[in-house]
């Protein structure tokens, strides 16, 4: 019974490897594809928009088969326990990074927008990178700790994502300032608007991410609780 | 043998019927929260709107307890095919609704925001009624469609997504206008765009979740394809 069970205790650990190794395979796709659409926002390759719009279908595909693998898993292992609710993190895991991946290819859209049209002013999108670097780098911890099941990045996440919002509102009331010097610009404006509520939801995303990874180490979920909280509970 | 895993069936269906309930009760309390976001929004009842903002916490409460009920069941019961998918349906589905939430309570802050400041011009949010009354219908009719497992609905809420997604650009467009016409306007526009997004994410859970419903009844994922490829599945 002892050897039985140990056997499948393999069998599920290879399983897992083979699915956590597919996530952070789909990660990186993911943390690319927005690498990709900021690059081709800021330089108005339009190529590189393209590309980034055509690639969202693999994104897709990655986040329907990975969840194929964890149903076939749950039947055949029958996980309980920690085992189950590792495999309950990276379902919800791969839903967020499929969002993460649309809002990157919301970014490509609002750019090609920007440059189709014939417009005189192209603004240069200083402050729109710079929220979009640390989003990506919410992101990046987000996967890191989920390679590691780490929850020191949990907290740090958290407040990043305090960050991204008040920084998505001054962007807001700059726009804003632009939009009533210069009526011409409110199309644009409005469109940067848009790239810039994508980046502050890909903070969202990656900050359910590093909540799933409290949850699975801790087995308590965190969802909905601030970050002083999440400190608290890491501490515990 | 076959006595005890009627049993464990017997079991299982009342699990299930517990976590449908709850699902459907939930569901209900989300169709409430947008109802009185756009009867708060409309009207300038200030009750309303922080009743809305306040009454968030308890559809993020009833995912928690919903999401936790089905890990244990998923532990204890150990489903395999049909009612493994159908726990999964429950757990994207819950997923789906309590951003619904969340968006019905980013409309209620919109409100209190359009209200709170002292401006002349409140306009009257007919489009905006519309396209939410057909947000509400799609949510209506996906909710009835996880009830029933009923497919019918599936394409059509495709469809009516297609007719959110449209109508939110022409109310972006009728914004555009308003706000080139008179810039002083241009901060109320905005947030009325930030609503009208809300709305529109709100047919995007919807269709989600009416997706949830066809991978359940038919096994295959018709999640990123189109109306027409849907209609093709359930007719097959």
């Known amino acids: 019974m002892a050897t ?3 056997h499948i205790s393999k069998q599920f650990d290879a399983d897992l490897e083979e699915v956590r190794t597919r996530v952070l395979q789909m990660g990186g796709f993911v943390e690319e594809q927005i ?3 900021i690059e081709a926002l800021t330089s108005g390759n339009e190529e590189l928009i393209d590309q980034v719009i055509t690639r969202d279908h693999r994104v897709n595909a990655m986040e329907v088969s990975i ?5 076939q898993i749950i039947a055949r292992r029958q996980p309980t326990a920690s085992d189950l609710r590792m495999i309950m993190m990276v379902i919800k895991t791969i839903t967020d990074l499929e969002r993460i991946g649309d809002e990157a290819a919301k970014i490509a859209r609002m750019a090609k927008l920007i440059y189709s049209s014939d417009r005189m002013h192209i603004p240069r999108f200083n402050e729109i ?14 996967l890191d700790s ?7 990045a949990a907290a740090q996440i958290v407040r990043q994502d305090e960050f991204v919002d008040e920084e998505f509102r001054s962007i807001l009331r700059q726009l804003i300032t632009f939009m009533m010097e210069d009526p011409r610009k409110i199309s644009t404006c409005l469109e940067i608007v848009f790239i810039a509520k994508a980046i502050e939801r890909i903070g969202d995303h990656a900050k359910n991410m590093s909540e799933y990874v409290v949850y699975m180490v801790k087995g308590k979920d965190v ?5 002083d909280q999440i400190e608290q509970e890491i501490r515990e």
């Open 4 to 6: 039985n069970k140990e």
């Open 35 to 37: 690498e990709y659409a």
């Open 67 to 71: 969840d194929e693998i964890c149903n």
């Open 129 to 142: 990178k710079h929220v979009a670097s640390i989003a990506m780098d919410m992101l990046h911890k987000a």
């Open 146 to 152: 989920f390679a590691r099941l780490d929850l020191n």
């Open 223 to 227: 969802r909905h609780v601030t970050a």
